[in-house]
């Protein structure tokens, strides 16, 4: 939440007319922060610079370089209109301009000549509406962690009364689930295959805590038994899983939710192997859920490494290569690959003293769950963006690149840290094809070369690499131009933009 | 000169404008400022290089200003020309010469208007 009582509000004041933003400064000036800016490229650019920070946007219609609905489209694509409402203030009163401006997300619309209490009353409100929808975000943000939090609580205590008797237990429910969510989160890595969202990696890691709860029916004397197992006490001590899948199938209620569908699963086959001769169905392969296999897996590696009735803990390495050898079970070879993947981070998170439930998590589910709802994710996270762009920014200006961003709509560039100036032109340039800097800098032919290898690269290959010489700091050198594109996650993903560098040879 | 007769003058709405500034000060503090708004020199210098887009912008935030400030006679003319040059023609007519003719007396009037002061 802004803090309202320390600091002024920030709003945005766009305007070509330095008389008409003087206006507007002077009757805001009192409550806000105003920050100007002359046309709708610098607009743009203070936007990009400072998102989480404006709290409200006048914007008028017609200004050079970038006007009022190109703003708007920038901020349309960015998402940044969800989070920064936009008043316009225009003399344009025909419909065809309200209308357009309302269709692109504009709050509220005023007409010169504005009256100044209006202006500060809208003002006001507008202001009011966001913050309330902002405290709304973070009401619902709180509530989903309160859930979340009170059904692991809740999982985590009966899973503890049914493995009460079991002398192992401890810690392994919690071990369990931590190297679930590595294991998941690696796979996700390593392959294409899957592609787990945020919420099923916290449901599947929310189901595993209920893998053994088929052990409540199996004897203590069998459970904690120091010795090896008989045949007999084995094959009894084997029905677990399938009693407690069928413990979960017995539910009067939720079974056809997906946390105890997936914990059914998980109970019913976590001891099935990848070469069919595992229990209770000997399942084969992928025949095998993938959520179970994950837990097998999991399982596996925490029995190894922790102590029991039975034996002493093996040490992680040996551990992991026993599990590697098929020493202690089969498994898909893909998870093998995942393990060997994760394993350092396997180690330090199961030696950390970190408690469990992280927020990092709760936060984006909540940025998951309200995005399905349109929703952008909250300021939270855009503030953690811009954290990450002022790093760049940091890296950028040490280093002698010239350091680009290029959008196609508008198409224009940005370049960091005085960037523009070393190539002869201004850090944001509409339409760059027709920049006289950029023309003077390399040429026309070449510029269009340039942007004829921005438009041949694919999703699969947005390298673009060019070399010539050119004006740079006012003198002819060899340059290399290097640069990535960048693509929407549709369906059919369109080219947004590009970031690249431009660097002596 | 007192602002009453300054809008008297060149033909403004003083009423309207003192209501809407909530105020005469600040009314009087943005009248004394339209000397230095550039937009006018920008429409005659875009006009003079035959550049209809830039002297479209700038007769539009002329007209603008005007409309601010009260200034409805020059608020008129610009308003005229905005609309002629949107439509993308260049013969305005007689209209640059009433907006000319318009503009010195706002400028004189505000020199008035500063004596004053």
Same mark, same amino acid.
């Given at each position: +939440? *802004? #803090?309202?009582?320390?600091?002024?509000?920030?709003?945005?004041?766009? /305007?070509?007319?330095?008389?008409?933003? #003087?206006?507007?400064?002077?009757?805001?000036?009192?409550? @806000?922060?105003?920050?100007?800016?002359?046309?709708?490229?610098?607009?743009?650019?203070?936007?990009?610079?400072?998102?989480? /920070?404006?709290?409200?946007?006048?914007?008028?219609?017609? +200004?050079?370089?970038?006007?009022?609905?190109?703003?708007?489209?920038?901020?349309?694509?960015?998402?940044?209109?969800?989070?920064?409402?936009?008043?316009?203030?225009?003399?344009?009163? *025909?419909?065809?301009?309200?209308?357009?401006?309302?269709?692109?997300?504009?709050?509220?619309?005023?007409?010169?000549?504005?009256?100044?209490?209006?202006? %500060?009353?809208?003002?006001?409100?507008?202001?009011?509406?966001?913050?309330?929808?902002?405290?709304? +975000?973070?009401?619902?943000?709180?509530?989903?962690?309160?859930?979340?939090?009170?059904?692991?609580?809740?999982?985590?205590?009966?899973?503890?009364?049914?493995?009460?008797?079991?002398?192992?237990?401890?810690?392994?429910?919690?071990?369990?689930?931590?190297?679930?969510?590595?294991?998941?989160?690696?796979?996700?890595?390593?392959?294409?295959?899957?592609?787990?969202?945020?919420?099923?990696?916290?449901?599947?890691?929310?189901?595993?805590?209920?893998?053994?709860?088929?052990?409540? &029916?199996?004897?203590?004397?069998?459970?904690?038994?120091?010795?090896?197992?008989?045949?007999?006490?084995?094959?009894?001590?084997?029905?677990?899983?399938?009693?407690? *899948?069928?413990?979960?199938?017995?539910?009067?209620?939720?079974?056809?939710?997906?946390?105890?569908?997936?914990?059914?699963?998980?109970?019913?086959?976590?001891?099935?192997?990848? /070469?069919?001769?595992?229990?209770?169905?000997?399942?084969?392969?992928?025949?095998?859920?993938?959520?179970?296999?994950?837990?097998?897996?999991?399982?596996?590696?925490?029995?190894?490494?922790?102590?029991?009735?039975?034996?002493?803990?093996? =040490?992680?390495?040996? #551990?992991?290569?026993?599990?590697?050898?098929?020493?202690?079970?089969?498994?898909?070879?893909?998870?093998?690959?995942?393990? /060997?993947?994760?394993?350092?981070?396997?180690?330090?998170?199961?030696?950390?003293?970190?408690?469990?439930?992280?927020?990092?998590?709760?936060?984006?589910?909540?940025?998951?769950?309200?995005?399905?709802? %349109?929703?952008?994710?909250?300021?939270?996270?855009?503030?953690?963006?811009?954290?990450?762009?002022?790093?760049?920014?940091?890296?950028?200006?040490? &280093?002698?690149?010239?350091?680009?961003?290029?959008?196609?709509?508008? @198409? +224009?560039?940005?370049?960091?840290?005085?960037?523009?100036?070393?190539?002869?032109? =201004?850090?944001?340039?509409?339409?760059?094809?027709?920049?006289?800097?950029?023309?003077?800098?390399?040429?026309?032919?070449?510029?269009?070369?340039?942007?004829?290898?921005?438009?041949?690269?694919?999703?699969?290959?947005?390298?673009?690499?060019?070399? #010539?010489?050119?004006?740079?700091?006012?003198?002819?050198?060899?340059?290399?131009?290097?640069? %990535?594109?960048?693509?929407?996650?549709?369906?059919?993903?369109?080219?947004?933009?590009?970031?690249?560098?431009?660097?002596?040879? | 000169?007192?602002?009453?007769?300054?809008?008297?003058?060149?033909?403004?709405?003083?009423?309207?404008? $003192?209501?809407?500034?909530?105020?005469?000060?600040?009314?009087?503090?943005?009248?004394?400022?339209?000397?230095?708004?550039?937009?006018?020199?920008?429409?005659?210098?875009?006009?003079?290089?035959?550049? $209809?887009?830039?002297?479209?912008?700038?007769?539009?935030?002329?007209?603008? $200003?005007?409309?601010?400030?009260?200034?409805?006679?020059?608020?008129?003319?610009?308003?005229?020309?905005?609309?002629?040059?949107?439509?993308?023609?260049?013969?305005?007519?007689?209209?640059?010469?009433?907006?000319?003719? !318009?503009?010195? $007396?706002?400028?004189?009037?505000?020199?008035?208007? !500063?004596?004053?002061?």
């Amino acid at each position: +939440m *802004a #803090a309202v009582k320390n600091k002024k509000l920030k709003i945005l004041i766009a /305007d070509d007319s330095e008389m008409n933003r #003087a206006i507007l400064v002077d009757i805001l000036k009192d409550k @806000y922060d105003a920050v100007e800016a002359e046309d709708g490229a610098e607009a743009v650019k203070i936007l990009r610079a400072h998102s989480a /920070d404006i709290a409200l946007v006048l914007l008028d219609i017609n +200004m050079p370089k970038l006007n009022g609905f190109d703003v708007l489209e920038v901020m349309n694509k960015n998402k940044w209109i969800e989070e920064i409402p936009v008043i316009i203030i225009s003399a344009e009163n *025909a419909s065809y301009f309200t209308e357009r401006a309302y269709a692109l997300g504009v709050t509220d619309y005023i007409s010169r000549p504005f009256d100044v209490s209006v202006v %500060q009353h809208r003002v006001i409100n507008t202001l009011m509406l966001y913050e309330k929808q902002k405290m709304l +975000m973070d009401v619902v943000e709180e509530q989903i962690y309160q859930r979340q939090k009170n059904n692991s609580m809740m999982i985590n205590i009966l899973s503890h009364i049914v493995e009460f008797g079991n002398a192992e237990s401890g810690p392994h429910i919690q071990h369990i689930r931590i190297i679930t969510e590595i294991l998941l989160k690696g796979l996700n890595e390593v392959s294409d295959q899957y592609n787990f969202s945020h919420e099923e990696i916290a449901l599947i890691c929310t189901a595993s805590a209920l893998h053994d709860i088929g052990k409540v &029916s199996i004897p203590s004397e069998i459970l904690n038994k120091p010795g090896r197992l008989t045949d007999e006490e084995f094959a009894i001590m084997k029905t677990h899983s399938a009693i407690g *899948a069928s413990i979960l199938d017995k539910l009067p209620l939720y079974k056809d939710e997906p946390l105890v569908k997936t914990a059914r699963a998980i109970c019913r086959w976590h001891h099935e192997r990848y /070469d069919g001769r595992g229990y209770p169905d000997r399942l084969l392969g992928d025949e095998i859920p993938i959520a179970a296999q994950i837990v097998a897996l999991a399982d596996v590696y925490d029995a190894l490494t922790s102590e029991r009735v039975y034996k002493a803990a093996y =040490s992680h390495e040996k #551990a992991i290569e026993m599990i590697k050898n098929g020493e202690c079970g089969s498994f898909n070879p893909l998870l093998i690959k995942v393990l /060997d993947v994760v394993a350092d981070e396997l180690y330090a998170e199961l030696h950390s003293d970190t408690g469990e439930t992280d927020d990092v998590e709760v936060r984006q589910i909540t940025a998951e769950v309200l995005s399905q709802k %349109q929703i952008s994710a909250s300021g939270r996270t855009i503030a953690q963006l811009e954290k990450e762009r002022n790093k760049y920014m940091i890296f950028a200006s040490l &280093s002698d690149e010239v350091i680009f961003e290029l959008s196609y709509s508008p @198409y +224009m560039i940005t370049f960091l840290n005085g960037g523009g100036r070393r190539v002869g032109t =201004s850090e944001i340039v509409v339409n760059p094809l027709d920049d006289e800097g950029l023309n003077k800098c390399c040429g026309k032919s070449r510029l269009q070369d340039i942007a004829l290898l921005f438009s041949r690269t694919t999703p699969e290959n947005p390298t673009v690499t060019y070399e #010539a010489e050119i004006l740079l700091d006012n003198t002819l050198k060899n340059c290399k131009l290097v640069a %990535q594109t960048m693509w929407s996650d549709d369906e059919k993903p369109e080219i947004v933009g590009a970031v690249g560098k431009i660097s002596p040879v | 000169m007192t602002l009453t007769e300054f809008y008297d003058t060149i033909g403004g709405d003083y009423g309207g404008t $003192v209501a809407r500034f909530m105020g005469e000060e600040r009314v009087m503090r943005f009248a004394l400022k339209f000397e230095n708004d550039p937009s006018f020199d920008k429409l005659c210098e875009a006009l003079e290089n035959g550049n $209809v887009s830039e002297a479209f912008i700038a007769a539009h935030t002329l007209k603008g $200003v005007c409309q601010n400030l009260g200034f409805d006679g020059l608020y008129k003319v610009a308003s005229e020309i905005t609309e002629i040059l949107r439509a993308g023609k260049t013969d305005l007519g007689d209209r640059m010469d009433d907006l000319k003719a !318009k503009y010195g $007396v706002v400028i004189t009037a505000i020199k008035s208007l !500063k004596e004053n002061q």
